[in-house]
């Protein structure tokens, strides 16, 4: 059983269209990442939320931390084919573990 | 500056044989990390290190070992590698618990 589960695991969309991309859990987390990672690189941070109910922004993509704090989610509107990538969330829990999510695959087709 | 270094890039093992997994990090971070990767999984943390000379276990740490000699290098082990070990293996590291990690460019390991 994974901490952070995403949804959905496959996204296929046109250029142009909007998504968004959902990762819960049944804990509670103080912070929360997303992380986007192309074919054969790392992950690479996109965003950190930390207060519950906080949303940011960045360019096309909208990010939420749920109220109480076990989930978020992200956003993309009209999307390009620059977007393409895993999507992965990512927090730390007590102790210093931490976990990623199982990952949503974005493919944005010309 | 190269950030996160990860050597090798590739390697095959047979089933039963070692090797050990090297990451380099120029950041000064105090904390690194290995994970491993696998198709609808998203990363597993394996083992991570706090500091130069501590090492502590993530949620899949069986079959594996670490160390953190010095604050830039962190090694992984696979004493006796199983094809269940197959996997993309990553390398992180972070300045605290909590803030941006960043990553190495992987390790793909086939184990036959």
């Known amino acids: 059983t994974q901490l952070l589960e995403q949804s959905p695991q496959f996204l296929s969309i046109q250029e142009g269209e909007n998504l968004t991309v959902y990762c819960n859990s049944s804990?509670?987390?103080?912070?929360l990442q997303w992380y986007r990672q192309e074919p054969g690189e790392g992950p690479v941070l996109l965003v950190t939320?930390?207060?519950?109910?906080e949303v940011k922004k960045l360019k096309r993509l909208t990010f939420q931390f749920g109220d109480a704090r076990k989930d978020s989610s992200l956003h993309i509107t009209a999307a390009q084919p620059g977007d393409t990538g895993l999507y992965l969330c990512?927090?730390?829990?007590?102790?210093?573990?931490?976990?990623f999510g199982t990952g949503t695959s974005l493919t944005v087709i010309p | 500056n190269a950030g996160v270094t990860q050597t090798p890039k590739f390697r095959v093992l047979k089933t039963g044989q070692s090797m050990t997994l090297l990451c380099a990090q120029d950041?000064?971070?105090?904390?690194m990390y290995w994970y491993r990767q696998d198709p609808g999984m998203g990363l597993r943390l394996i083992h991570y290190?706090?500091?130069?000379?501590?090492?502590a276990k993530g949620e899949v740490p069986d079959g594996y070992n670490v160390s953190r000699l010095k604050k830039q290098n962190f090694l992984l082990g696979l004493e006796s590698a199983a094809p269940s070990q197959t996997s993309v293996y990553f390398c992180?590291?972070?300045?605290?618990?909590?803030?941006?990690?960043?990553f190495g460019p992987g390790t793909r390991l086939t184990v036959l």
């Open positions: 939320v930390v207060t519950g109910g």
């Open positions: 992180a590291s972070s300045a605290s618990g909590g803030t941006e990690q960043f």
């Open positions: 804990s509670v987390f103080s912070s």
């Open positions: 990512a927090g730390p829990t007590t102790g210093n573990q931490f976990y």
């Open positions: 950041m000064n971070h105090e904390y």
């Open positions: 290190s706090v500091g130069e000379g501590t090492t």
